[in-house]
């Protein structure tokens, strides 16, 4: 059964820093990556990254966050450096695989609060 457990959200000023963490269990991907909600609109993506380490980030968020992962441990993360109250939402940890048919999970979420 394939498991997304993800952490690392809070409260934080402007101008901070959160790390969060998505741990998979239960299968392989071929991609991972974080998507955020506010609510009243649609999920977007953030960042992503495939198991060659290719990434690909929302160009409101380039320069700022960075995604990585950890093959061994299944594990990526999302290290969000000065945060602005517009990255205030829901962050959804994604994990696609194509293997043996193609398929997407997605985390519980984790909420992420940034004050003016």
């Known amino acids: 059964q394939v498991q997304l457990v993800e952490s690392g959200g809070g409260l934080v000023q402007a101008g901070g820093s959160l790390r969060l963490s998505c741990a998979a269990s239960?299968?392989?991907?071929?991609?991972m990556g974080w998507y955020r909600q506010v609510p009243g609109t649609q999920r977007e993506l953030v960042a992503a990254?495939?198991?060659?380490?290719?990434?690909n980030y929302a160009d409101s968020v380039k320069g700022r966050f960075t995604i990585s992962g950890d093959n061994a441990k299944n594990t990526v993360y999302l290290q969000m450096n000065s945060l602005k109250p517009e990255d205030t939402a829901v962050y959804y940890c994604r994990a696609t695989k194509v293997i043996p048919t193609r398929s997407e999970y997605w985390g519980q979420g984790t909420q992420v609060f940034v004050s003016s």
């Open positions: 990254i495939t198991s060659g380490g290719s990434t």
């Open positions: 239960g299968s392989i991907f071929n991609a």
